[in-house]
């Protein structure tokens, strides 16, 4: 069997950085978000779910967080993360903090709402798991067929979502002619590759579907065509990172895509990583034995829920309601999924605008951080940090309001400091505006010429009201 020494090295101190990424950027926005006076308050979530589910709260959303969700308590959750993580990257006790870092962003997860659903969230908690599975010495072969697994579902589901969705525009080649325009954070080379040439955008269209489809196999052939379908995976994760902003998932994607290679494949690095394993007090032979059986067994049920979930997502409804029992025992841990962006591409991009004023007749714009506001201001780089706020209003615009966009409408009424600062800069710096609404428009990138005249990157049409004008009651 191939050694994966060097791999497992390697890849847990991807995952500490991915973990450290994830919790510096989630401590930025957290009181924002989740604090007091934030859009989504986390410590009436937790009272209202104790009051429904009684003492089954704690199982269905298992979170430190119910030992204190104060602000103080999210943000020393969020630092705790980040010593757990920083230690994950140094090497420092793997087994301990990949379960510390593991445990407290399951914490976050499990309690929150809209703004940590993302699919990188789960992705980051599924990896988290398997990174504990291998984090205590050289990888079983169990483990490190996990890892592929793994590896093999993500890349695979994201492109059989496409394929079984039906959606026209994987189905005519016209996808990716709409996905830089619309995706939800382009980056200025997304703006300029919305330009390329239709044939050009026609055959990448077919290339990610092809390699998503195609390269996730390669990884279980020999070494040359497991270093193949690696460099054909990275690569389509470094354009997409380039084109879009999509947080931590290239990097997160790219560290569980190392399990395609093995030692010798990685001889080039031998130098960064330890050259001779840490001498270790040998255990008792019954007590080694006993925590081989223990970790056979755990990996076996981790392979066969993930097989359940995946078989799940693609099967009939009996066969789905056969195996649910399985699904239900680890859904609450988030930490076994199914992975598939775009299955149906966006072919338009509206855009809520949110404007304050003092006296109802003359309002001013909310600008945000990352987001199409101003025409002239042009796609921003952003990632690996995610500005979650941002995101979520991407999906706001595609329906009617989410329960939350009524509760920051109503903290921009109070002037709540911890949310202005998820924004740009603030148009009322002395008071809190009197009213606020919103209205949605039609955005769409200008042409090249365009830009040259007149320097926008944008142009956008009113659609509607979005919200009527909102004011507080006293």
Request: charged share 20%; hydrophobic share 45%; proline share 7%.
């Amino acid at each position: 069997m191939a050694r994966r020494r060097l791999v497992r090295w390697l890849f847990l101190r991807a995952v500490g950085v991915v973990y450290l990424i994830a919790f510096t950027s989630l401590r930025r926005q957290v009181l924002g978000l989740y604090g007091r006076r934030g859009v989504e308050p986390i410590a009436p979530q937790l009272r209202k779910l104790r009051a429904r589910a009684g003492r089954t709260a704690y199982r269905v959303a298992p979170s430190l967080l119910w030992f204190g969700s104060s602000d103080r308590d999210l943000v020393h959750a969020c630092e705790a993360g980040q010593v757990c993580s920083a230690a994950l990257m140094m090497g420092v006790a793997p087994p301990a903090t990949t379960v510390g870092a593991w445990a407290l962003y399951l914490s976050f997860v499990s309690v929150s709402r809209d703004f940590l659903s993302f699919q990188w969230d789960a992705l980051l908690l599924e990896t988290g798991a398997h990174a504990a599975l291998v984090s205590a010495g050289e990888p079983s072969w169990i483990s490190a067929a996990l890892m592929r697994w793994l590896l093999f579902r993500l890349h695979f589901q994201s492109g059989l979502v496409k394929v079984r969705s039906h959606d026209p525009t994987w189905r005519n080649g016209t996808a990716i002619a709409y996905h830089y325009e619309t995706q939800p954070l382009p980056t200025p080379v997304g703006w300029y590759a919305f330009h390329l040439p239709r044939p050009l955008q026609i055959a990448s269209t077919a290339a990610t579907l092809g390699i998503e489809l195609g390269a996730p196999f390669l990884t279980f052939g020999p070494r040359r065509v497991r270093k193949a379908g690696f460099w054909t995976l990275a690569a389509l994760q470094a354009l997409i990172a380039v084109t879009g902003n999509y947080a931590f998932f290239n990097l997160l994607t790219l560290a569980i895509t190392i399990w395609a290679l093995d030692d010798e494949s990685l001889s080039g690095l031998q130098r960064a990583a330890p050259a001779r394993r840490p001498r270790r007090r040998s255990l008792p032979r019954s007590i080694a034995i006993l925590a081989r059986v223990a970790h056979g067994a755990l990996a076996g049920f981790v392979a066969a829920a993930s097989l359940t979930t995946f078989v799940r997502r693609f099967s009939g409804r009996a066969l789905g309601r056969a195996l649910a029992r399985v699904s239900r025992a680890v859904d609450p841990f988030r930490s076994i999924n199914s992975y598939g962006l775009f299955a149906v591409m966006t072919t338009a991009r509206p855009e809520v605008v949110i404007e304050g004023s003092d006296d109802g007749r003359t309002w001013r714009e909310y600008l945000f951080k990352y987001k199409p506001s101003r025409l002239e201001d042009p796609p921003r780089w952003v990632a690996p940090y995610q500005p979650r706020l941002d995101w979520q209003m991407w999906f706001a615009a595609l329906g009617r309001p989410p329960a939350w966009f009524a509760v920051l409408l109503q903290r921009l009424l109070e002037g709540s400091p911890e949310v202005l600062r998820l924004l740009g800069p603030n148009p009322f710096p002395d008071h809190p505006p009197r009213f606020v609404r919103a209205l949605l428009y039609q955005y769409r990138m200008t042409d090249i010429a365009t830009k040259r005249r007149t320097g926008a990157w944008w142009r956008r049409e009113l659609i509607d009201t979005y919200f009527p004008a909102a004011t507080l009651t006293r």
